[in-house]
């Protein structure tokens, strides 16, 4: 199988130079790259055990809030359970910045959702279930674990993409770009030497045919 090389290069010294400094720069971009893929793999799994945990977290809550609901729907009834819930008053505040994981740009995201009582909800306190509270307490809860895990799985796809493109660029460099620079160099190197031992025969030749003159 022919050694594949770098196309449109002249055999001179000049250009086996400049190839030996992009081979050096070749290879010491490879291991970097190997170093940034091999943190990003670490953070990847690192981030990987929270996500089990955060959605765990936001499937026992959403569990626990859906069985107060139920609760209070069997006490209330369920025209009263929507009449509460239509009198509640929306407020959640989110705010998405971005930080940097590996020089990676990943999602902050900042929400301000905290416990509230039952006027700050919006409903009164005679006509509503103690299980209704519970259940509005759990769903707020749960909204904050939910956006958490959105901003923890939205950098676990992030980190993902970042690893697959430093992933190809070490491949590259690894099975074909600097295989094709060292394969030149080694062309070149050869062709010189021909070359050198040709101009010497060259010359001997001319001094032999100078003598017998």
């Known amino acids: 199988m022919a050694q594949e090389m770098i196309e449109g290069i002249n055999p001179t010294r000049m250009e086996l130079l400049k190839?030996?400094?992009?081979?050096?720069?070749?290879?010491?971009?490879h291991s970097l790259l190997k170093e940034k893929r091999n943190a990003l793999i670490m953070e990847f799994f690192n981030?990987?055990?929270r996500v089990k945990g955060s959605r765990e977290g936001v499937e026992a809550t959403l569990q626990e809030a859906y069985k107060d609901l139920s609760d209070a729907q069997m006490v209330m009834g369920d025209l009263a359970v929507k009449k509460s819930a239509m009198?509640?008053?929306?407020?959640?505040?989110?705010?998405?910045?971005?930080?940097?994981?590996?020089?990676?740009?990943?999602?902050?995201?900042?929400?301000?959702i905290g416990q509230k009582n039952m006027v700050q909800r919006g409903y009164g306190f005679l006509e509503t279930s103690v299980k209704l509270d519970e259940a509005a307490s759990k769903f707020e809860e749960s909204i904050k674990l939910i956006i958490e895990l959105?901003?923890?799985?939205k950098t676990i796809m992030l980190l993902a993409i970042e690893i697959e493109s430093t992933k190809r660029r070490v491949n590259a460099l690894e099975h074909i770009i600097i295989p094709k620079i060292e394969n030149t160099v080694k062309y070149i190197e050869m062709r010189l030497e021909e070359m050198e031992r040709?101009?010497?025969?060259?010359l001997k030749m001319i001094k032999k045919t100078m003598e017998m003159e």
């Not at 020089?103 to 995201?109: M, Q, S, T």
């Open 87 to 112: 009198s509640v008053k929306e407020s959640v505040n989110v705010e998405i910045e971005s930080r940097s994981v590996m020089g990676v740009v990943v999602p902050l995201i900042e929400s301000e």
């Open 47 to 49: 981030i990987l055990e």
């Open 19 to 29: 190839l030996k400094d992009r081979e050096k720069l070749a290879v010491k971009g």
């Open 198 to 202: 040709e101009n010497f025969v060259r």
């Open 150 to 153: 959105a901003e923890i799985e």
